[in-house]
């Protein structure tokens, strides 16, 4: 079969890696890639929110099944786009319709959605320009810190947490009043801070049934011992230690079952990835955030564990038949480890040689932020490569990362030094 991969990211990458793998595939394009993405498929120079440019492909190409990595063409609604194009004879769209979608898409779609199922997550209001000063009474009735959450797609960014009320007060008026992050704090959610440690964890789902995918953990803050300002993602680690036989049943009764009930009652057609952002509070879990795609950098961590052939059940899943599905899991531990380009999250250069990557044989290194360029792998993001290595304890996968890193060199390049240590 023939396989259309959407993005250019590290998510992207894993997911070519693990794709390219299976003995079903045929073809596996991806669109529009990045340097490592080459070496699994065929990159294609694509706008991934360019539905009629992506039908013409899926034609051309004799397109079996489309893979989206990102969240934006999910909640743009390219499953509906072309879930309706019956010229196609059905083509298989890997994710949820764009009302689905909005369990990334809206903030405050996700925390009514929860409110309704009796899912566990922080108490919130959601307020807008003409209620900017029922949110500002909201915040007086808190204790620090601030929660305030742009309600729609944000780049990663929409999520603010301030110490002082002062600091909240500013940071409300300047989204609602002067649209900080755009149309996306048109609205903006004010939660309770909850406290405790945060994972990732991942179904992979047809709208009834679901397969369990290994849970991570990842690291936000741009600086080690998670200081400085949040990134899009540091590392991964899997498994997470804290999430127990108990705690992965609490899971699945409290949260993962109420989220599809819901998704089923409410009548959103829902075929793919659910992320759920959660936080374990004392030995509960309670959801921070909904993703309808998978996490980066979690899915480079989580790919290289999982051990069946990943292709036949992304097209059950699509095709609604995970009913008989099932998945094994590599029990080793895996580490996932960012390099990125100085200056990150905030300005950095682009365009700078990578040497070193030939000489890397204990670990899998994952393209994020490169491009090809005159026959040199160059920079092209801020988050450039992710070295993830599995191994038989944390401790040696942690090693082989950062071996594997110490022979990869670029201008400028950055690296926390502490990931996975607070888990070891």
Same mark, same amino acid.
Not at 105 to 126: N, V
Not at 332 to 359: C, F, H, N, W
């Given at each position: 079969?023939? +396989? ?11 997911? /070519? ?9 045929? $073809?596996?394009?991806? /669109? ?32 079996? &099944? ?19 194009? $019956?010229? &196609? ?49 909201? &915040? ?14 944000? /780049?990663?960014?929409? +999520? ?25 704090? $048109? ?210 996968? $942690? ?26």
């Amino acid at each position: 079969m023939n +396989v259309l991969l959407l993005g250019s990211g590290g998510r992207e990458h894993a997911l /070519a890696w693990k794709i390219a793998q299976s003995p079903l595939l045929n $073809r596996l394009y991806i /669109a529009p890639g990045n340097a490592g993405t080459g070496s699994a498929g065929t990159n294609l120079d694509l706008d991934i929110l360019n539905f009629e440019q992506i039908r013409k492909i899926v034609i051309e190409k004799q397109i079996d &099944l489309i893979v989206p990595g990102p969240e934006e063409p999910l909640v743009k609604g390219i499953y509906d786009f072309f879930s309706k194009d $019956r010229a &196609l004879g059905g083509i298989s769209v890997l994710g949820p319709s764009g009302q689905g979608a909005m369990l990334e898409g809206s903030k405050d779609f996700a925390k009514a959605f929860m409110s309704r199922h009796g899912i566990p997550t922080a108490k919130y209001q959601s307020f807008e320009k003409t209620t900017v000063n029922d949110g500002l009474n909201f &915040l007086r009735s808190l204790k620090p810190p601030f929660v305030l959450k742009a309600d729609g797609l944000a /780049a990663g960014k929409g +999520v603010v947490i301030e110490n002082s009320l002062q600091a909240a007060e500013a940071c409300l008026t300047d989204m609602l009043l002067n649209e900080k992050f755009g149309q996306a704090s $048109r609205k903006v959610v004010i939660e309770e801070f909850l406290s405790g440690i945060e994972l990732s964890v991942f179904v992979l789902t047809d709208g009834n049934d679901y397969v369990l995918l290994p849970e991570a953990k990842d690291y936000k803050r741009v600086g080690e011992g998670d200081t400085g300002l949040n990134t899009g993602g540091m590392g991964a680690v899997s498994p997470v230690p804290f999430a127990t036989k108990l705690f992965m049943e609490k899971i699945k009764a409290q949260i993962i079952a109420p989220t599809l009930d819901g998704l089923r009652n409410e009548k959103l057609d829902y075929r793919g990835f659910i992320f759920f952002g959660l936080i374990n509070c004392d030995g509960n879990p309670k959801v921070i955030e909904y993703n309808v795609r998978m996490g980066d950098p979690e899915t480079e961590v989580v790919m290289p564990r999982i051990k069946s052939d990943i292709l036949p059940l992304l097209l059950a899943a699509a095709k609604g038949e995970l009913k008989q599905a099932r998945i094994e899991i590599d029990e080793r531990p895996a580490i996932t480890v960012m390099l990125v380009s100085g200056g990150y999250p905030e300005k950095y250069a682009k365009g700078k040689q990578i040497a070193g990557l030939d000489r890397i044989q204990d670990s899998l290194v994952l393209h994020a932020g490169t491009k090809a360029d005159s026959g040199k792998i160059v920079t092209n993001g801020g988050r450039v490569l992710a070295v993830t290595s599995l191994k038989n304890s944390l401790e040696e996968a $942690r090693a082989a990362s950062y071996n594997s890193i110490s022979k990869i060199d670029f201008e400028n390049k950055y690296f926390r030094k502490d990931i996975g240590l607070d888990v070891m």
